[in-house]
T-cell receptor
Framework: DTAVSQTPKYLVTQMGNDKSIKCEQNLGHDTMYWYKQDSKKFLKIMFSYNNKELIINETVPNRFSPKSPDKAHLNLHINSLELGDSAVYFC???????????????FGAGSRLTVL | AQKITQTQPGMFVQEKEAVTLDCTYDTSDPSYGLFWYKQPSSGEMIFLIYQGSYDQQNATEGRYSLNFQKARKSANLVISASQLGDSAMYFCAMRDTQGTASKLTFGTGTRLQVTL
């Protein structure tokens, strides 16, 4: 019944490794997002996809590569992990409304990545 | 560029009292949406309330109300009759209406502690 589900919830890995976080939404929403929350709790958007098309790509190192196989899924792959990548990564989705300003984001539970 | 400012890193309130969490914003867009999210210690992001820039009335959702003062560019969250379960981080956010590329930009958050 979970609306936006992310896996894994916790990820501990060594520097230099490659890892992926998966996200799925069963809300029928058109747009999905990845946000990063750092140790100071600051939330910043990384990517946004609308119907599998990349529409927002903030200043993110190209070690981060999102992939959207269909509009219900948005995965995040990270190559060559660095210490600074340690954070909580949130997936979210929203329905496209006539007034885009009213689009409420529904968040997943977050995936805590720790790079050692 | 959008900017959201939350000047209160932490707030204390006694149980059953009301509390106001401050949020100011800056945007050149005539149409935008303002949101508040709650993040308890368990980490999930919970949508609380939404206010559209053209809404004439302040939004209310149960014990939450948004004190929207457009001329002052403020969107303060008022929680009435605080409960222990209200202890959490609270984030103010703004979304512009630039089509499907609109994004939700978050403030730095306020940590609310409800005491007995």
């Amino acid at each position: 019944d979970t609306a936006v589900s992310q896996t894994p919830k916790y990820l501990v890995t060594q520097m230099g490794n490659d890892k992926s976080i998966k996200c799925e939404q069963n809300l029928g929403h058109d747009t999905m997002y990845w946000y990063k929350q750092d140790s100071k709790k600051f939330l910043k958007i990384m990517f946004s996809y609308n119907n599998k098309e990349l529409i927002i790509n903030e200043t993110v190192p190209n070690r981060f590569s999102p992939k959207s196989p269909d509009k219900a899924h948005l995965n995040l792959h990270i190559n060559s992990l660095e210490l600074g990548d340690s954070a909580v990564y949130f997936c979210a989705s929203s329905q496209d409304l006539e007034d885009p300003g009213a689009n409420v984001l529904t968040f997943g539970a977050g995936s805590r990545l720790t790079v050692l | 560029a959008q900017k959201i400012t939350q000047t209160q890193p932490g707030m204390f309130v006694q149980e059953k009292e009301a509390v106001t969490l401050d949020c100011t914003y800056d945007t050149s867009d005539p149409s935008y949406g303002l949101f508040w999210y709650k993040q308890p210690s368990s980490g999930e992001m919970i949508f609380l309330i939404y206010q559209g820039s053209y809404d004439q009335q302040n939004a209310t959702e149960g014990r939450y109300s948004l004190n929207f003062q457009k001329a002052r560019k403020s969107a303060n969250l008022v929680i009435s009759a605080s409960q222990l379960g209200d202890s959490a981080m609270y984030f103010c956010a703004m979304r512009d209406t630039q089509g499907t590329a609109s994004k939700l930009t978050f403030g730095t958050g306020t940590r609310l502690q409800v005491t007995l």
